[in-house]
């Protein structure tokens, strides 16, 4: 039997999510309809008040409501530090340990040649001009330790060596493969506190 059309159509949407397959996609649609309609209509508004008010911050690409965000206006932040993630989901992985006090550079992504991703379609040219024109004394490079995160890290180090800083890397207590967001505080924590300088 198929779903009605309204349903089916439900079903197909969060079915494009990530993660979500065909069936927890049903159970989320199903979920939703028979939740109470201002509740439904509370969530509609969330979505489209979410992507109406949300944008990259004109300094570091964070994701916030505000330009600048709140990270880059906080007077109580280390300036001279800035800590390169690859998404503004890693950046709030990494604020969630209380151990770091720097700014932040988010990339929005990875150089990843197979996806016909490269240097020029992230924010690299923007991370170089931050640090041309601010007096920053290190740089912590805060990428997934996959082979997309490999590549941008080298990448980044090889054009940040002339700028004579600190350059450093967060310490591998993350296993091989995995993504920042989906680590625990006390690995991200350890990550950030033993993170070296890259030679």
């Known amino acids: 039997m198929q779903y009605t059309k309204p349903l089916a159509n439900l079903i197909d949407y969060f079915q494009r999510l990530p993660g979500i397959g065909p069936k927890s996609a049903q159970r989320i649609a199903f979920h939703l309809l028979k939740m109470p309609k201002h509740d439904v209509e509370k969530f509609a508004q969330a979505m489209i008040t979410a992507k109406e008010t949300i944008r990259y911050c004109d300094i570091c690409f964070n994701m916030s409501a505000t330009n600048p965000c709140e990270i880059c206006s906080a007077t ?108 625990d505080e006390i690995t991200l924590a350890k990550a950030i506190e033993c993170r070296r300088e890259i030679n």
């Not at 740089?139 to 600190?166: M, Q």
């Open 76 to 183: 109580n932040r280390d300036n001279s530090v800035i800590c390169v993630c690859a998404e503004t989901k890693d950046l709030i992985a990494i604020e969630n340990t209380n151990e770091y006090k720097g700014k932040y550079h988010v990339l929005q992504g990875l150089i990843s040649p197979i996806d016909g991703i490269g240097a020029e379609d992230i924010r690299i040219k923007e991370l170089l001009h931050r640090i041309a024109n601010n007096d920053i004394k290190e740089v912590i490079i805060a990428l997934n330790p996959s082979v997309e995160g490999e590549a941008t890290s080298l990448y980044l180090t090889k054009l940040l060596k002339p700028f004579n800083i600190k350059i450093s890397r967060i310490a591998f207590g993350l296993p091989i493969g995995s993504d920042i967001e989906y680590a």
